[in-house]
Nanobody, 123 residues
């Protein structure tokens, strides 16, 4: 089971760090992704990180502002969000898949999903 946490209300330009904690299953052998879904919009890719944490991939909209990391000892993945903008407002989800591929940005590629956490950025 995956559980995202750390969301909240923040002013534009601020920062938040989201966590995705795993329980009941060890996700240390899974590549992890972060997605977000704003009201009335489709779920979209934010970024992903490999099993070992050595490779990351980001959507152009967050590149340079967001950073993904993982702590295998804690079975936890993090999403550090800086320079937040109102358009970053969404429910953020973490997800896991076994193989790293060119389709890491595709929602349907991830079999395991956590419950989301709300991020609201005020202008």
């Amino acid at each position: 089971q995956l559980q995202a946490s750390g969301g909240g209300l923040v002013q534009a330009g601020g920062s938040l760090r989201l966590s995705c904690a795993a329980s009941g299953r060890t996700y240390t052998r899974y590549n992890m992704g972060w997605f977000r879904q704003a009201p009335g919009k489709e779920r979209e890719f934010v970024g992903a990180i490999t099993v070992g944490g050595g490779t990351t991939s980001y959507a152009d909209s967050v590149k340079g502002r967001f950073a993904i990391s993982r702590d295998s000892a804690k079975n936890t993945v993090y999403l550090q969000m800086n320079s937040l903008k109102p358009e970053d407002t969404a429910v953020y989800y973490c997800a896991a898949k076994s193989l790293w591929s060119a389709t890491m940005d595709q929602v349907q590629e991830y079999p395991f999903w956590g419950q989301g956490t709300q991020v609201t950025v005020s202008s």
